[in-house]
């Protein structure tokens, strides 16, 4: 994050910004070609660091998951089809 342009204005996106962005544009969960990708809470963390908290589309439902981030019991895994957001903080002038 330390890296990253303005990164003391960006935070990773939780519950709040995700559920606002799904509403303003709700193709993000929405792929009639593919298989609709899984929206992360990246703000949140679980207890249980093996786990995960996200938006997913199943079906015709969206429905909030808690989800192993577990590619081996030892080996954390990436996936294509996971996504998470950064939230901008900006003063409205």
Request: charged fraction near 15%; proline fraction near 5%; hydrophobic fraction near 45%.
């Amino acid at each position: 994050m330390d890296s990253l342009p303005l990164a003391d204005s960006l935070v990773l996106s939780g519950g709040f910004e995700a559920a606002a962005a799904l509403a303003g544009s709700p193709d993000l969960l929405m792929n009639q070609e593919a298989y609709p990708p899984v929206l992360c809470l990246s703000a949140f963390q679980h207890a249980d660091k093996r786990l995960m908290l996200c938006f997913k589309a199943y079906g015709q439902s969206l429905e909030f998951w808690c989800m192993s981030q577990m590619l081996t019991p030892t080996t954390y895994q990436v996936s294509e089809q996971w996504s998470g957001g950064l939230t901008l903080l900006r003063a409205l002038s």
